[in-house]
Every structure is written in structure tokens, then in C-alpha cells.
């Protein structure tokens, strides 16, 4: 049986997202997903898109600061 977490904190749901987009899991799972474990806490598919769109623009922003400090 799957336990549902309530409260998740938005960071523990950023840090997943972060994870499972790495991955390379489409929208739509990570969606599946999250919806499994912390029940509905995405009202629409669109927040999600937002936070995976998020997570990729933090990726670039952290890969072009490693490149501007190792250089």
C-alpha cells in the first residue's frame, strides 16, 4: 500500500521534480508520480510544466556559473 505524504514542503516536491526531470521522465509520469505519493497537490498539469521549466533554467544558470568559476 502506497502512504500518501499531507504536508509535503515545496522544496522536498522541487527536489523530486529536479530528480525524476534528470532522469529524463516526461511531464506526464513525474506528474503520475507525485500525484501517487503526495496525493493531488498539482491542481493541473500546467504547475508542473512550470516547475520542470524552472528546474532547466536553474540547471543552465548553475552550468554556466561552474564554467564562469572554473575559467
Known sequence: MDAI????ASCEVISVIRFLHAE???AA?????????????????????MGVKMCTM?????DIQLMNSTS
Do not use: F
Open 29 to 49: 509520469e513525474i506528474r503520475r508520480r507525485l500525484c501517487r505519493v503526495y496525493g493531488n497537490i498539482m491542481s493541473d498539469a500546467e504547475n508542473l510544466r
Open 24 to 26: 529524463r521522465v516526461n
Open 58 to 62: 536553474r540547471e543552465v544558470k548553475d
Open 5 to 8: 505524504i499531507t504536508c509535503p
